[in-house]
């Protein structure tokens, strides 16, 4: 995972690598943390944003909070783990794993993610992430 590496200069946009096309984009997505490493503080609190899918990673941007520490952050979908989509009765569903740092990524270590999907659309996001990722192993 890469933090605050893909966003446009204005923070209403991700920047993603050459030859790379997006495969889904969603909305009023929610990002939080729930186990972390305590030194880095851009990962405290929730944060609003849209969450795009590439063939090869997840890039998550901030909605327009200039004041937030973490304006972006990229997850390759190599670097994963335990990936689950969760539908509580009465909430959003989401989805949730484990993500580890890439070298040069603005952090060390390893997180747990929780990805909320207000809009609804976690499962078909899953199911794409689920592809890609698997596509990107046969490669």
């Known amino acids: 995972m890469a933090v605050n590496q893909n966003h446009t200069d204005n923070h209403r946009g991700a920047v ?3 030859g790379e096309s997006v ?4 909305q009023d997505v929610m990002l939080s943390f729930p186990q ?6 851009f990962f405290n609190g929730r944060k609003r944003g849209t969450l795009f899918l590439t063939s090869y990673r997840v890039i998550f941007v901030t909605s327009h909070t200039i ?8 997850m390759p ?5 335990n990936c689950t989509v ?3 009765y009465f909430s959003p569903n989401y989805i949730k794993g484990t993500i580890t740092a890439m070298p040069d990524g603005g952090w060390e270590g ?12 976690a499962i078909e996001f899953s199911h794409l992430m689920t592809q890609a990722a698997s596509a990107g ?3």
């Open 36 to 41: 972390k490493p305590e030194q880095y503080l």
């Open 137 to 139: 192993e046969q490669c």
């Open 67 to 74: 004041s937030d520490l973490l304006s972006s952050f990229m």
């Open 16 to 18: 993603f690598p050459y």
């Open 77 to 81: 979908l190599s670097l994963i783990r």
């Open 110 to 121: 390893q997180a747990t993610f929780k990805l909320v999907f207000w809009s609804g659309g």
């Open 23 to 26: 495969l889904k984009q969603s």
């Open 86 to 88: 969760e539908q509580p």
